[in-house]
T-cell receptor
Framework: AQSVTQLGSHVSVSEGALVLLRCNYS??????LFWYVQYPNQGLQLLLK??????LVKGINGFEAEFKKSETSFHLTKPSAHMSDAAEYFCAVPLGSQGNLIFGKGTKLSVKP | DGGITQSPKYLFRKEGQNVTLSCEQNLNHDAMYWYRQDPGQGLRLIYY???????QKGDIAEGYSVSREKKESFPLTVTSAQKNPTAFYLC????????????FGPGTRLTVL
């Protein structure tokens, strides 16, 4: 069965440093994957979506993610962290044919001044 | 403005009382979802509905009930049978295609005293 793993429940970076948040899926190649961002006490906001049209996907707020089939990964990156990037980030993959999603447990990003 | 609304934002109830959380969308989406979020647990699916007057149990449906009498509304009732109802509840909706993106409401934080 499909599952998704986010390595590191907490990641801390300095402002201006590279952000790397890891996501690995377990099973057959998914047709699409998502990264969502959640600010405190808010709902999830779509950051980006992979649809197999291109392996490198650009999202909002300067984030991008690269789909690597050989590594079963879809890691999220941003070249230079900003204080406003502090939030929790969730990776999600489809489960079954109805479009239901399975979510990773999330990675909380802290940005130090 | 198109979107998903959840009310109330914060809800307090005494143990043993049923409580209903509201979710309304004006995106003309066919599918709607309820998730429960606990710290470090990611999102867990409670119930989902692909079409009006039909819904299915998710992974943690015990102690919850839903209805889908209108396309735009998908209320969730947390019953007294739910052992640990204190959590953050998120509603989402999606178009009719399996590959469509799920969009989330702002969430309701339920605290049972």
């Amino acid at each position: 069965a499909q599952s998704v793993t986010q390595l590191g429940s907490h990641v801390s970076v300095s402002e201006g440093a590279l952000v790397l948040l890891r996501c690995n899926y377990s099973s057959s190649v998914p047709p699409y994957l998502f990264w969502y961002v959640q600010y405190p006490n808010q709902g999830l906001q779509l950051l980006l979506k992979y649809t197999s049209a291109a392996t490198l996907v650009k999202g909002i707020n300067g984030f991008e993610a690269e789909f690597k089939k050989s590594e079963t990964s879809f890691h999220l990156t941003k070249p230079s962290a900003h204080m406003s990037d502090a939030a929790e980030y969730f990776c999600a993959v489809p489960l079954g044919s109805q479009g239901n999603l399975i979510f990773g447990k999330g990675t909380k990003l802290s940005v130090k001044p | 403005d198109g979107g998903i609304t959840q009310s109330p934002k914060y809800l307090f109830r005494k143990e043993g009382q049923n409580v209903t959380l509201s979710c309304e969308q004006n995106l003309n989406h066919d599918a709607m979802y309820w998730y429960r979020q606990d710290p470090g647990q990611g999102l867990r699916l409670i119930y989902y509905s692909q079409i009006v007057n039909d819904f299915q149990k998710g992974d943690i449906a015990e102690g919850y009930s839903v209805s889908r009498e209108k396309k735009e509304s998908f209320p969730l009732t947390v019953t007294s049978a739910q052992k640990n109802p204190t959590a953050f509840y998120l509603c989402a909706s999606k178009g009719g295609l399996s590959t469509d993106t799920q969009y989330f409401g702002p969430g309701t934080r339920l605290t049972v005293l």
